[in-house]
C-alpha cells in the first residue's frame, strides 16, 4: 500500500541549511516528488527524483534517495526568510491508483 | 507556461445551492485532477480524468460531480454540499497519468470554499 511519511515542523536560522525528511512504503514508486506549499496558495512543484537515482541538485536543492531504506531527503541550502512554507513529498506508484500520494507536510519555519 | 488556473479564488455557498467550480490548463497535458485540501492536511485525491474520460473516483460523495468538457477544462459540479466540506480545492494536470517521465503534476492556486 502507499504511505508517506514526514516529520511535521522545522525551524531553522536564515543562512543555515534546512533537511526535510520523509520515509514512504510503496517500493514500486517510480518518481518521488518534493512540492512547496505557502499559506493560502496552491502547491508549487520543486523537483523530482526517479527511483533509480541516487541524488539530484538544483540550485539551492538538493534530493536525496536510499531506496534501500525508502528515505527521501530534501536539502535547501542558504534557507531564505522566503523558503518559510509547508513541504510535501509525494510518490507515484507504479501499481494500483497511479496517482499522487503525499505525505503529511513538513512546516519549515525560517528565523530571521 | 506552467500554468493552472482555477476561478473562482473564494466561494461561499449555502447548503442548498448549486455552484462550480473551474480549471484550465494550456499545456496539452492529457491528465486532470481534483484534490480536496483541509486545513493542516495534505491534499487528498478525488478525481483523475485521463484523455477526457473519468479513470479514477475516489469514493466521493455524490454531491461532488466532475466534468471534462475537453481537453483543456475540467469542472467540479457542487450541490446539497455540508458545512464539512469546506476546504480547499485544488486542480492539477500532467501529460500523462502514470508513473512515466512528465507525469509531474502542476497545482492551480486552488478554491477556497466555504459551505456556511
Known amino acids: 500500500g502507499e504511505d508517506v511519511e514526514q516529520s511535521l515542523f522545522l525551524s531553522v536560522r536564515e543562512g543555515d541549511s534546512s533537511v526535510i525528511n520523509c520515509t514512504y512504503t510503496d517500493s514500486s514508486s517510480t518518481y518521488l516528488y518534493w512540492y512547496k506549499q505557502e499559506p493560502g496558495a496552491g502547491l508549487q512543484l520543486l523537483t523530482y527524483i526517479f527511483s533509480n537515482m541516487d541524488m539530484k541538485q538544483d540550485q539551492r536543492l538538493t534530493v536525496l534517495l536510499n531506496k534501500k531504506d525508502k528515505h527521501l531527503s530534501l536539502r535547501i541550502a542558504d534557507t531564505q526568510t522566503g523558503d518559510s512554507a509547508i513541504y510535501f513529498c509525494a510518490e507515484i506508484a507504479h501499481t494500483g491508483r497511479r496517482a499522487l500520494t503525499f505525505g503529511s507536510g513538513t512546516r519549515l519555519q525560517v528565523q530571521p | 507556461d506552467t500554468e493552472v488556473t482555477q476561478t473562482p479564488k473564494h466561494l461561499v455557498m449555502g447548503m442548498t445551492n448549486k455552484k462550480s467550480l473551474k480549471c484550465e490548463q494550456h499545456m496539452g497535458h492529457r491528465a486532470m485532477y481534483w484534490y480536496k485540501q483541509k486545513a493542516k492536511k495534505p491534499p487528498e485525491l478525488m478525481f483523475v480524468?485521463?484523455?477526457?474520460?473519468?479513470?479514477i473516483n475516489e469514493s466521493v460523495p455524490s454531491r461532488f460531480s466532475p466534468e471534462c468538457p475537453n481537453s483543456s477544462l475540467l469542472n467540479l459540479h457542487l450541490h446539497a454540499l455540508q458545512p464539512e466540506d469546506s476546504a480547499l480545492y485544488l486542480c492539477a494536470s500532467s501529460q500523462d497519468v502514470g508513473t512515466g517521465l512528465g507525469t509531474e503534476a502542476f497545482f492551480g492556486q486552488g478554491t477556497r470554499l466555504t459551505v456556511v
Open positions: 480524468y485521463s484523455y477526457e474520460k473519468l479513470s
